[in-house]
């Protein structure tokens, strides 16, 4: 397993961008949630089979930002779906690799989801595969897959990973 550069130095800015991500998704600051990404960002949620057979098909892709804008719109003002809420539980971040100013990372996460009526339930788990570019002010993901453990989605995977 090839390990990039000096792992201390990336880890912290990581673990950051990582806990930041998963709160803002979890306070329902969805507006900001493309904020975390660069303009040419790929952002997809498949199954761990379809990502093991190299299956380009993405139950949520998105090729750059102006998607996960459009997403978070959508979502505001078009979609229909029962109010609910996540919570994810983000493990550490483990550093995989990476070039010149991309740092690739894996982290493993479980989302509870609540219902508007209280009811909790696990909704995912599973991993992401993280491209984090540090070129600028503060990282940014280049490219999130994010890969579900189990090949049974609910039909409620409205808000993003």
Partial sequence: MAIWGNVDSNVPAVTALLADYAACIDADALEQWPDFFTTECHYKITTAYNHAKGLPVGLIYA??????????????????????????????????????????????????????????????????????????????????????DSDKIDTLLAIPL
């Fill in 63 to 148: 090729h750059n930002r102006a998607m996960l804008e459009d997403r978070v719109v959508a979502l505001r003002k078009a979609n229909i779906y029962e109010a609910q809420r996540y919570r994810h539980v983000v493990s550490g971040a483990r550093i995989t690799g990476g070039t010149g100013d991309l740092v690739e990372a894996e982290t493993s996460f479980l989302v509870v989801r609540t219902m508007h009526d209280g009811a909790q339930d696990l909704f995912a788990s599973g991993r992401y595969l993280d491209r984090i570019d540090t070129s600028g002010n503060r990282p940014l993901f280049a490219e999130k897959i994010v890969v579900l």
